[in-house]
């Protein structure tokens, strides 16, 4: 830059500037700041290293693919194989994802392009509370109100659809789905939040085309919204997946914690998370069963970083369309 | 957005196409409907069964811990979640905005604050059962003074906490218009002071919420402190000593078979939620009163 010779001193230092004294805080303030932020980079260091020199046992005795997919889980005899609880995750997650993510993508297109202004506000807010009511709190209410109210519907979707895969027999109350629909209620407000979002970078010239071309309102979001705003849509479901995985309270009290692959949705199971929660009192005493705990919690762990990564790669791409050109766009 | 609907100025469009666009938007509007009931639902029986708890001495006395007759109120249940909340907060504030003023004021768009900033995205996506489990492995096992105690709970809940107040306070810190740096620069105000004396100031209303949703989101959390304050009966008051908490004593209580415990922890879900609520609603609050639009 040419510009930088025009000033009197160099170093962009003022002519009017004070004596040292009062910049004497300076150094200390940047480098207090940075002291801290760097503290967050060694923390994370030491939560992985320690993590992992803790669950090291129960991964030397069992090996880290024998651990993970070996199917049974009895503490009692020593036998630590994670399967039934991964299995117990992904299962109660992938229901999460399929109730919620279409309810919260509803949400969040009724919010942005449908609502009138008026309710917009109040009815945002109330989505966001659903945020607010602590997971604890979705255990109590699942397993003392919603699994016993629900028992007969399950029983009767499972007697009439019997031919289903993975449907039938008899009903436990705590269960995969009752924990899968408490996640999935769980999850509505983070992904339909980001999904406003991205929704709304949508340009207005693209939803004004569609509608100028004579598209209904529908024929607009189809046309003009949806494709825009697809990738940063996937990236909102992928962090729901993240939230799901990794929430653990509410899970662990109404999926019955049978450490078991259940036959049918509507069987007792057990998460990788549930089983920390549960278990760790009795591990106290036996360093393999809490090496094992550990080792899940690290299993766990790693999943959830690797959903929140991929979330993020989408989220992250569609909030910077950089894609379009500014002329274009504005 | 325009109000005129577009079928009233083009005859041209089909039955079959209004038909599809009024089915559409109707199954929007109901899933948004269906997104809403389990909020009502919850709201309803937390009100139903929680109310039919409270009383005088449902606040004032503790868990008595017998199987039979009284089974006590909540009151070190309450205690121990704001003291242990409070510390939580003592901790994870001053450091969440110190790193989000670094990252806005110092680091910008250095690799090195761009690492930091990756990191903190990764704190906010691990599940907070993890974080106690890291806690209980790291204070807990090893026994530094003790086993469970309140402060190693406050340890936990201040990891969760962290990575939620820095990415808000960063978002606010941003928003501040350079001007305002660039004026009290141009004065003669040294570094230090612009961040601590204008640009601190300017985004403290937006701080403020961050931090308050951040602490709504600790006080409902219970998988940190099952591995570290443990679940007591007793009020107290020494965070070197196990400590109970609402969302604990609700956990705790949901396992019993007793009708009478049940029916405290409904009690106990209805004081968390207007707790939780109310902080929430705060933070809001002091949100709309912020000059910088978030």
């Known amino acids: 830059m040419e510009a930088g010779s025009l000033s009197p001193v160099r170093g962009g230092r003022s002519l009017v500037e004070r004596p040292s004294r009062a910049r004497a805080l300076d150094p200390l303030l940047r480098w207090t700041l940075t002291g801290l932020a760097a503290l967050i980079l060694v923390l994370i260091a030491f939560f992985f290293i320690r993590l992992f020199i803790e669950a090291k046992p129960a991964f030397d005795k069992y090996g880290y693919a024998g651990f993970v997919f070996h199917n049974e889980w009895v503490p009692s005899q020593q036998l630590y194989g994670a399967l039934p609880l991964l299995v117990g995750t992904l299962i109660t997650s992938a229901i999460a994802l399929l109730i919620g993510v279409p309810v919260a993508i509803a949400t969040a297109l009724y919010l942005t392009e449908l609502a009138p202004a008026r309710v917009r506000q109040p009815l945002t807010i109330t989505v966001e509370l659903l945020a607010a009511v602590p997971s604890v709190v979705y255990?109590?209410?699942?397993?003392?109100?919603?699994?016993?109210?629900?028992?007969?519907?399950?029983q009767w979707f499972s007697d009439t659809f019997g031919f289903l895969p993975f449907v039938g027999g008899q009903i436990s109350i705590p269960n995969y789905f009752i924990a899968g629909l408490i996640l999935a209620i769980m999850i509505v407000p983070i992904v339909s939040a980001i999904s406003r979002e991205v929704i709304s970078t949508v340009p207005a010239d693209h939803k004004e085309a569609a509608l100028a071309l004579g598209a209904t309102?529908?024929?607009?979001?189809?046309?003009?919204?949806?494709?825009?705003?697809?990738?940063?849509?996937?990236?909102?479901?992928?962090?729901?997946?993240?939230?799901?995985?990794?929430?653990?309270?509410?899970?662990?009290?109404?999926?019955?914690?049978?450490?078991?692959?259940?036959?049918?949705?509507?069987a007792q199971g057990y998460t990788l998370a549930a089983v920390i929660a549960n278990e760790f009192g009795e591990a106290a005493s036996d360093p393999t069963h809490r090496a094992a705990l550990i080792a899940a919690g690290l299993v766990l762990f790693v999943l959830t970083l690797v959903v929140n990564a991929v979330?993020?790669?989408?989220v992250n791409r569609a909030a910077r369309p950089a894609a379009v050109p500014k002329g274009m766009a504005g | 957005m325009s109000a005129v609907s577009p079928h009233a100025v083009l005859p041209g469009v089909s039955a079959r196409?209004?038909?599809?666009?009024r089915f559409a938007r109707g199954a929007v509007l109901a899933f948004t409907l269906v997104a809403i009931v389990p909020l009502v639902l919850i709201l309803y029986f937390l009100v139903k069964e929680g109310l039919g708890a409270w009383s005088a001495s449902f606040f004032t006395t503790d868990p008595t811990g017998r199987f039979l007759g009284d089974p006590g109120g909540i009151r070190s249940a309450i205690l121990g979640t704001i003291e242990m909340v409070a510390v939580a907060s003592a901790i994870a504030i001053p450091m969440g905005v110190g790193v989000a003023l670094y990252l806005v004021e110092y680091g910008k768009r250095s690799p090195f604050a761009n690492a930091v900033r990756y990191f903190v995205d990764v704190m906010t996506g691990v599940p907070s059962v993890v974080f106690g489990l890291f806690v209980y492995i790291v204070l807990v096992v090893t026994k530094v003074a003790g086993t469970f105690a309140g402060w190693k709970g406050s340890v936990a809940l201040a990891l969760l906490m962290l990575p939620v107040v820095t990415r808000s306070a960063e978002v606010v810190l941003a928003l501040v218009p350079n001007s305002l740096r660039e004026a009290a620069l141009a004065l003669g105000a040294p570094r230090w002071k612009v961040v601590l004396r204008i640009v601190?100031?300017?985004?403290?209303?937006?701080?403020?919420?961050?931090?308050?949703?951040?602490?709504?989101?600790?006080?409902?959390?219970?998988?940190?402190?099952?591995?570290?304050?443990a679940f007591v009966l007793g009020v107290n008051a020494d965070l070197s000593q196990r400590m109970n908490s609402l969302p604990l004593q609700i956990f705790n209580d949901v396992?019993?078979?007793?009708?009478?415990?049940?029916?405290?922890?409904?009690?106990?879900?209805?004081?968390?939620?207007?707790?939780?609520?109310?902080?929430?609603?705060?933070?809001?609050?002091?949100?709309?009163?912020s000059k910088l639009a978030a």
């Open chain 1, 139 to 154: 255990g109590l209410w699942g397993i003392q109100v919603l699994a016993p109210k629900l028992q007969p519907a399950e």
């Open chain 2, 255 to 289: 396992g019993q078979a007793q009708d009478r415990l049940v029916q405290r922890a409904w009690g106990a879900a209805l004081t968390l939620v207007v707790l939780v609520l109310a902080l929430t609603v705060l933070a809001r609050l002091i949100q709309r009163r």
């Open chain 2, 17 to 21: 196409r209004r038909r599809a666009d």
């Open chain 1, 311 to 314: 979330a993020r790669f989408y």
């Open chain 2, 200 to 229: 601190l100031p300017t985004a403290l209303p937006g701080i403020v919420t961050g931090s308050l949703l951040a602490v709504a989101r600790a006080a409902g959390e219970t998988a940190p402190l099952l591995f570290t304050a």
């Open chain 1, 217 to 266: 309102r529908w024929e607009m979001i189809r046309m003009a919204v949806l494709p825009y705003s697809r990738a940063g849509i996937s990236g909102a479901a992928m962090l729901g997946l993240g939230r799901a995985i990794g929430e653990t309270i509410a899970v662990t009290i109404v999926i019955g914690n049978a450490p078991d692959i259940g036959k049918t949705i509507f």
